[in-house]
T-cell receptor, first 116, second 115 residues
Framework: AQSVAQPEDQVNVAEGNPLTVKCTYS??????LFWYVQYPNRGLQFLLK??????LVKGSYGFEAEFNKSQTSFHLKKPSALVSDSALYFC??????????????FGTGTRLTVIP | DAGVIQSPRHEVTEMGQEVTLRCKPI?????LFWYRQTMMRGLELLIY????????DSGMPEDRFSAKMPNASFSTLKIQPSEPRDSAVYFC?????????????FGEGSWLTVV
């Protein structure tokens, strides 16, 4: 079975400070991992993904995430937060060894608030 | 390139009425997903299709919900009869099929309120 956990419902950070949104996963094999962002009254927008290769993945809007196999984590990071980064962030996982299934399993989301 | 297109964006209907939500996936994508988002349950997968064929509908709440994909460029999610607890945001999403690393792209959602 595959699952993903986002341990923090809410993260607050001051503008200009670095931000981290945490995600841990559970899959039977090597995972495919994704981050999405949802702004108010909008759909989910793809930020970045890890499939293979370099553990540090860079994505849209200056975000990056680091795949850590030993800790089964894929935390989202940004060096300097902007007020416009305030949104709901979702981590998602797919088990590539589950034949025929290309669905993603989403976490419960973390609401990021960047304080001016 | 146009993204996933959903209609209507907003719908308010009375309990017992039929609701039909529509989706046009990204051209060339052959996997289509319907999700529901509520405060209580978060993001739930209702059903998904590969090459117009339903693959997993285990998330469909009950017989009042049905989904079809008559061709590669169109899908519907129907609720009949609707109930207040169906009030939610319904997202359609699509991806290419054939590689597990493919990204799923979401539409802007259909905001449904059943009164």
């Amino acid at each position: 079975a595959q699952s993903v956990a986002q341990p923090e419902d809410q993260v607050n950070v001051a503008e200009g400070n670095p931000l981290t949104v945490k995600c841990t996963y559970s899959v039977s094999g090597n995972p495919y991992l994704f981050w999405y962002v949802q702004y108010p009254n909008r759909g989910l927008q793809f930020l970045l993904k890890y499939i293979t290769g370099d553990n540090l993945v860079k994505g849209s809007y200056g975000f990056e995430a680091e795949f850590n196999k030993s800790q089964t984590s894929f935390h989202l990071k940004k060096p300097s937060a902007l007020v416009s980064d305030s949104a709901l962030y979702f981590c998602a996982v797919r088990d590539p060894y589950q034949t025929g299934a290309n669905n993603l399993f989403f976490g419960t989301g973390t609401r990021l608030t960047v304080i001016p | 390139d146009a993204g996933v297109i959903q209609s209507p964006r907003h719908e308010v209907t009375e309990m017992g009425q039929e609701v039909t939500l529509r989706c046009k996936p990204i051209s060339g994508h052959n996997s289509l997903f319907w999700y529901r988002q509520t405060m209580m349950r978060g993001l739930e997968l209702l059903i998904y299709f590969n090459n117009n064929v339903p693959i997993d509908d285990s998330g469909m709440p009950e017989d009042r919900f049905s989904a079809k994909m008559p061709n590669a460029s169109f899908s519907t999610l129907k609720i009949q009869p609707s109930e207040p607890r169906d009030s939610a945001v319904y997202f359609c999403a699509s991806s290419a099929y054939g590689g597990s690393g493919n990204t799923i792209y979401f539409g802007e959602g259909s905001w449904l309120t059943v009164v």
